[in-house]
């Protein structure tokens, strides 16, 4: 087995000051994948002054974009050159199916790709001019990097998380200090390997693995960082905003959801049916924009819900690495006490569940769940309002447009929202009038690149990706220059 008890600090890899280490289990058989490096706040502490150091003294946040791109690119073409190597650890970490984390592996080259050429757009679109009201004076804005950016992320996507913090700042010339989630730490060690192989200047990527309290709090906290990205709950992403007040730390946050998705009832009932098991079911329904919360029009209900409980039937669940397996297990306990405790919450507040919330026969070992489905859902339910974050989809039904918008915006997430319906006109003014960063028509869940990424209210603040990624890790400056010859005039006349 190889290993992981070393932290990558100021390109070196290094044992913990500690010298601690924790388990990564896989899922699918509860055994221990590997020993991880258990780094605290002093290993942070470290990592935060090596980023610094590169940043204040190093040359990367000097270089152009296009000097920065050729690192760039590198790291993208030893992420696909290990393309299945890395989505196999990521099955064995996560417990996702093979093809889903080989769809994330390239996704998150496709990502460092991506971010490359805007660094090297970033090259002629640095400098833009202002024109001032007032002629005597000429102005122009000047994009640069933010500093040292802290960057925590969850475990439902490990490496493509990573790489949706760690590639914009590095094309803007942030250096970084990437704290990975306890649950799934491999990959972005193996980021840290691929990084330092495409000869990224020792301390602009630090990799710090650690327990959240020990390694994640002690990032938030740090004085030496300028801008802190996460992905992760409401109730973490609440401290580390406290923690990030302190000493005003330039924030995003991408947090949960409880998005709904709206299905009128000219819908092809196929496509509905598709469109919501993959809204719920994909990743295990551990993906914060699932679409969750399913409003159905009446006409369609009953025939709907037939179909999703036969197709839900349907689905092969198993370890991730199984041909044909769609539902691999839940990340860990923890997470599979939590599901079935809301499947049974659910139950207690007078939905009926028509299929699933159970382990399926012959998984004895692993996290594995039958996919569930509730009806008739009560609107103050719990079920109905909090986010589950496992394939768990609550079902109601619906008479109108206006009632399925003012249910739709009912909630205090804003993070994603799907409507489906043949007619466009309506589907669009639907769309215009859910309140989410994300909406969907005709389709739940494809995630592009160049689109910004992130929720109203509760889901979070700030976007990610596209241009808007890029952004997060750019201060913009107005340089002002009085060219008049003529004295100013305060008191010289
Ligand atoms: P979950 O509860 O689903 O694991 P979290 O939001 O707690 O989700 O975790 C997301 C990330 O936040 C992980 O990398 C985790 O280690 C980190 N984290 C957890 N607690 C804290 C904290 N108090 N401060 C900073 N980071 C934390």
Request: glycine share 10%; hydrophobic share 40%; with cysteine.
């Amino acid at each position: 087995m190889k290993s992981y008890e070393h932290l990558y600090i100021d390109g070196q890899w290094v044992k913990p000051a500690l010298g601690g280490t924790f388990p990564t289990l896989d899922p699918s058989n509860e055994a221990v994948l590997a020993q991880v490096a258990a780094g605290t706040a002093a290993d942070i502490d470290l990592a935060v002054k090596a980023a610094r150091k590169a940043f204040d003294e190093g040359p990367w946040p000097q270089t152009s974009g296009a000097q920065r791109a050729v690192v760039l690119r590198r790291i993208a073409s030893g992420i696909r050159e290990r393309l299945d190597t890395l989505a196999t650890l990521e099955v064995h970490d996560n417990g996702k199916p093979f093809p889903e984390a080989q769809w994330d592996i390239g996704d998150t080259a496709g990502c460092f790709d991506f971010y490359a050429e805007l660094a090297e757009q970033l090259d002629t679109r640095q400098e833009q001019n202002v024109q001032l009201a007032d002629e005597r004076f000429t102005c122009v804005t000047r994009k640069e990097p933010m500093g040292v950016a802290g960057a925590i992320i969850p475990w439902n996507f490990p490496m493509l998380m990573a790489a949706w913090k760690v590639a914009p700042a590095l094309a803007a010339g942030c250096c970084m200090v990437l704290k990975p989630s306890e649950l799934t730490p491999l990959t972005a060690l193996e980021l840290a390997h691929i990084a330092h192989e495409a000869c990224l200047p020792a301390g602009v990527l630090n990799v710090v693995t650690g327990l959240g309290p020990d390694a994640g709090a002690p990032l938030s906290e740090h004085p030496g960082i300028d801008k802190l990205a996460f992905t992760g709950s409401v109730p973490t992403g609440a401290k580390i905003m406290q923690a990030a007040a302190r000493d005003i730390k330039n924030i995003s946050l991408e947090l949960g959801g409880k998005s709904p998705f709206i299905i009128f009832d000219d819908s092809d009932l196929e496509a509905a049916v598709e469109w919501i098991m993959f809204g719920i079911f994909w990743n295990q329904g551990e993906v914060c924009s699932a679409t969750s919360r399913v409003l159905v029009q009446r006409g369609l209900y009953e025939p709907l819900l037939k179909r999703l409980v036969e197709e839900a039937g349907k689905l092969s669940i198993g370890p991730g690495m199984q041909d044909g397996v769609l539902l691999g297990p839940l990340v860990n306990s923890t997470q599979y006490q939590k599901i079935l405790q809301a499947v049974a919450r659910g139950q207690e507040e007078g939905a009926t569940l028509l299929y699933g919330g159970t382990r399926p026969l012959g998984c004895e070992a692993g996290y594995f769940l039958t996919p569930a489905i509730f009806a008739d859902v009560p609107v103050d339910s719990w079920i109905w309002n909090e986010e589950i974050f496992g394939p768990v989809v609550c079902v109601r039904p619906f008479d109108d447009e206006a009632e399925a918008l003012r249910s739709a915006n009912d909630s205090r997430f804003g993070l994603a929202a799907a409507v489906m319906s043949r007619d466009l006109e309506r589907a669009e003014r639907v769309a215009r009038r859910l309140r989410a960063g994300i909406v969907w028509v005709n389709c739940s869940q494809p995630t592009f690149t160049e689109a910004p990424w992130g929720g109203y209210k509760q889901s979070g603040i700030g976007r990610e990706l596209g241009e808007w990624g890029l952004n997060n890790y750019l201060e913009t400056k107005q340089i002002t220059r009085y060219d008049s010859d003529q004295p100013w005039g305060w008191y010289i006349k």
